[in-house]
């Protein structure tokens, strides 16, 4: 089966710098997707990576490392309307189905 | 094209009666997922259509649930003799290829009282 874990809840700045960890534990997946979800809003797709390293997708970064079965979102210049919830997941290599986080709550304050 | 629609967006039901939960997928697209998310929670994964293959069902939480994937695009969700503990965000999602890159829809808040 999959787990991952993610911190519950983070607070910065509006202008500052945020890092969304997220670690797993799984038998084998494909790679390591992010989404964010608005208060009462569907999630949507952010970053997805395969391989490790960096993905860079404007503000937005994603970081895989699948020795470390660890990853993170970064996001720059945070602006107020990325508070939100942040979710990782993993598609495992038997199905097609995502297993998610339980979601960072990402407050930003001015 | 028009996102992936899902209807009613509230659904307040009474203990023991069954609810239908609609999802229309992004058109043209091959898979279907149904997910539940409870309040502060993260999204738990209960069915996922594939084309004309045979669903996975291993996330539905008991028999009351099932669901069901008309001519390969609307999807109905059923909850049969609803309880309390049912009350959450039923969210549906669709993509044509890889499974990483899912289209949710707005999600149907369902209540039991």
């Known amino acids: 089966g999959q787990s991952l874990e993610q911190p519950s809840e983070v607070t910065a700045v509006e202008g500052a710098i945020v890092q969304i960890n997220c670690t797993y534990q799984?038998?084998?997946?494909?790679?390591l997707s992010w989404y964010q979800q608005h208060d009462g809003g569907a999630p949507t797709f952010l970053s997805y990576?395969?391989?490790?390293g960096l993905e860079e997708t404007g503000r937005f970064s994603s970081f895989l490392s699948r020795s470390d079965s660890y990853g993170y979102l970064l996001l720059q210049e945070l602006q107020m309307k990325d508070s939100a919830s942040y979710f990782c997941?993993?598609?495992?290599?038997?199905?097609?189905?995502?297993?998610f986080g339980g979601g960072t709550r990402l407050m930003v304050k001015p | 094209g028009a996102g992936v629609s899902q209807s009613p967006s509230n659904k307040v039901t009474e203990k023991g009666k069954d609810v239908e939960l609609r999802c229309d997928p992004i058109?043209?697209?091959?898979?279907l997922y149904w997910y539940r998310q409870s309040l502060g929670q993260g999204l738990e994964f209960l069915i996922y259509?594939?084309?004309?293959?045979?669903?996975?069902k291993s996330g539905l939480p008991s028999d009351r649930f099932s669901a069901e994937r008309t001519g390969g695009s609307v999807s109905t969700l059923t909850i049969q003799r609803t309880q309390q503990e049912d009350s959450a965000v039923y969210l549906c999602?669709?993509?044509?290829?890889?499974?990483?890159?899912?289209?949710f829809g707005p999600g149907t808040r369902l209540t039991v009282l």
């Open positions: 999602a669709s993509t044509l290829g890889s499974a990483d890159t899912q289209y």
């Open positions: 799984t038998s084998g997946f494909y790679g």
């Open positions: 990576n395969a391989l490790d």
């Open positions: 997941a993993v598609r495992d290599l038997a199905g097609n189905m995502l297993t």
């Open positions: 058109s043209g697209h091959t898979a």
């Open positions: 259509f594939q084309g004309n293959s045979a669903p996975d």
